[in-house]
């Protein structure tokens, strides 16, 4: 079965500094750091280290030696990643509260964040098991869906017109009003809690290390990326463990309608993706760098990418519908990004020889969410793409008889 060629760009870091000391980024993500938090979730109730799962049917597809992918579907309860990094921020800043001279009851503590939906729906779990009130600011563009299962977790939710960046904005001018622990996992200027939430995320990186003990060598990390934190925190754990030249080459994945960091990229600097951000990788709908990821990710990223809706929906169903020889795998529109520009720089002859993917290729992909919405996920896996050049579910759930 061949994989469809989409229209992507891609451009080459031009700020990469392959020999450059990684101690001056230690202050974003760092090794201490991630070990500090991992030290806290592994404690958690129902804490168990999520899957990597071998891929040897896509790798095939894709001419490549193999794809490892780290599945975060069976996080807690909460299906996504983030609840490494919205939860143990929560714990954190709970913590840090109660240090004070004079600390506040749990009781009266609220907890407050602006989300596209999981980061909320993590920040929401952490409250309910630590006590405290949690308000979560969610834009237009989340769906119904996510917002009752944020309220299901005990959470007050609050609309507002706009984007995430609208939202974000709006949450910290109300937390500042009210008095609340504001839980952002992006900021515009240096603030501890997004630093927490990068260094929850590096759980996975931990989790990875011990499930491929003794060695972890991936050639190639393919990551998705909304406002930057997730790929922060896993290019800067790589790169503080080994920034050599031969070090994996880390390329990052974006919606082509929210494309912030790959115009960025382009730019040598911060810049804002205008638009309605309208991408169906609903968790990557953002149009704002954060501060705190950029310098990591400026300095450790190789590449930065972009694909169309329609892969990340043709990725979908194809995972979904095990085409490829692989068990079937059920992901959500976000989760599936950084496969999706894996298999869309494979296909595409410039791009597979820029990022050197190749016939010895060890490829690390994470599966940042499970079926959340499922909802959206099955209007998704239902949606026809023949008329763009792809083939039907129904089609790619007959390749094992073809």
């Known amino acids: 079965m061949s994989i469809p060629r989409p229209e992507i760009h891609f451009v080459s ?37 999520t899957p990597l799962l ?15 992918c780290k599945y975060e579907g069976d996080r807690f309860s909460v299906g996504s990643f983030k609840a490494l990094g919205g939860a143990y921020a929560v714990s954190r800043a709970l913590h840090a509260e109660a240090a004070l001279p004079v600390s506040r009851p749990l009781s009266s503590i609220t907890v407050a964040t602006a989300s596209d939906g999981n980061h909320g729906l993590s920040v929401a779990w952490g409250a309910r098991q630590a006590g405290c009130r949690c308000v979560v600011l969610l834009h237009a563009g989340v769906s119904t869906t996510r917002q009752q299962l944020i309220e299901a977790q005990g959470a007050e939710v609050m609309r507002i017109d706009g984007t995430y960046d609208d939202s974000t904005q709006t ?69 503080e463990k080994d920034n050599s030249p031969v070090s994996p080459i880390f390329v990052v994945t974006e919606p082509d309608k929210a494309d912030c960091l790959y115009k960025s990229a382009v730019a040598g600097r911060p810049v804002v993706a205008e638009g309605d951000l309208d991408t169906i990788m609903s968790g990557l709908s953002v149009g704002e760098v954060s501060t705190l990821a950029w310098p990591v990710l400026a300095q450790g990223t190789d ?31 976000s989760g599936v990004a950084g496969m999706a520009g894996l298999m869309a720089a494979c296909a595409d002859p410039a791009a597979r020889e820029a990022m050197k993917l190749g016939p010895d290729s060890r490829i690390l992909v994470i599966a940042t969410e ?13 949606r026809d793409l023949t008329g763009k050049g792809y083939p039907t579910l129904a089609e790619l759930g007959d390749i094992d008889a073809r």
């Open 13 to 49: 870091n031009s700020l990469r500094m392959k020999d450059a000391p990684y101690g001056a980024l230690k202050r974003y993500i760092s090794r201490a750091a991630a070990e500090e938090a991992f030290g806290e979730i592994s404690g958690w109730n129902d804490y168990r280290p």
């Open 54 to 68: 071998d891929l040897p049917g896509l790798a095939a597809a894709c001419g490549l030696s193999s794809i490892r």
């Open 171 to 239: 949450a910290a001018q109300l937390a500042k009003q009210n008095g609340w622990l504001l839980i952002p996992d992006t900021a515009p200027q240096m603030d501890v809690a997004p630093l927490w939430v990068m260094a929850g995320y590096g759980t996975m990186i931990i989790e990875i290390e011990e499930q491929c003990h003794p060695t972890f060598e991936p050639t190639h990390v393919f990551i998705q990326a909304g406002c930057g934190g997730l790929a922060a925190s896993i290019c800067g754990l790589l790169r």
């Open 303 to 333: 590449f930065f990418m972009t694909i169309p809706d329609e892969m990340a929906i043709w990725s979908m169903q194809a995972i979904t519908a095990g085409a490829f020889g692989d068990p079937p795998m059920e992901i959500g529109d």
């Open 370 to 382: 499970g079926p959340v919405d499922r909802k959206s996920v099955e209007a998704l896996l239902a």
